[in-house]
């Protein structure tokens, strides 16, 4: 298969795959630039927004299951993170966010 090297932002190219290689090229420099245009953000940003609204709000996940906190949106921390566990699919994650410290039923 052919490394495919185009531009993200033509009109009407949206693959989340290249978006996720541009993302993944800064593991080891979290803080390099990012060039992703914001349309194609915004694409991403509502791809991923489907994915979550059809999933179960009690979610049944595979054993073994990487719990982690709210990470108050530290890109870096995130970042880290991924490299000392592993990335999916070969990893199983489970993010809980705000329900952590701020949840009040918890």
Same mark, same amino acid.
């Given at each position: 298969? #052919? $490394? +495919?090297?185009?531009?993200? @932002?033509?009109?009407? $190219? /949206?693959? #989340? @795959? #290249?978006?996720?290689? !541009? /993302?993944? !090229?800064? /593991?080891?420099?979290?803080?390099? %630039?990012?060039?992703? %245009?914001?349309?194609?953000?915004? !694409?991403?940003?509502? =791809?991923?927004? $489907? #994915?979550?609204?059809? +999933?179960? =709000?009690? %979610?049944?996940? &595979? ?11 530290? /890109? ?6 991924? !490299?000392?566990?592993?990335?999916? %699919? $070969? ?12 949840? &009040?039923?918890?």
């Amino acid at each position: 298969m #052919v $490394e +495919q090297d185009t531009p993200i @932002d033509a009109p009407s $190219e /949206f693959n #989340v @795959d #290249v978006i996720l290689k !541009k /993302f993944a !090229k800064i /593991f080891n420099t979290p803080s390099a %630039p990012l060039e992703i %245009p914001e349309s194609q953000l915004r !694409k991403l940003c509502m =791809a991923t927004r $489907e #994915v979550i609204m059809s +999933q179960p =709000a009690l %979610p049944e996940l &595979s054993a073994p299951v990487n719990i982690c906190g709210d990470l108050h949106g530290q /890109f870096e921390d995130f970042i880290e993170q991924i !490299k000392i566990v592993g990335t999916p %699919p $070969e990893q199983n994650y489970l993010f809980l966010g705000d329900y952590v410290d701020r949840c &009040s039923a918890c």
